[in-house]
């Protein structure tokens, strides 16, 4: 899957390659991931954690 700048998308194409290929499916929840182009233990990076209901 290729990844946008804006983490929105991003996560939208994610959960949508997840349910086409029977990863996923509804009524599961879903822990998304992410991590800024730094590595983590720097200050300028930005982190997401998100739970979504499929």
Not at 29 to 51: C, D, Y
């Amino acid at each position: 899957m290729e990844f946008t700048e804006d983490s929105e998308t991003s996560f939208s194409n994610a959960l949508t390659v997840l349910k086409e290929q029977g990863l996923v499916k509804a009524g599961e929840e879903v822990a998304l991931v992410q991590s800024g182009r730094q590595p983590i233990w720097r200050l300028q990076s930005t982190h997401k954690i998100q739970v979504r209901k499929i």
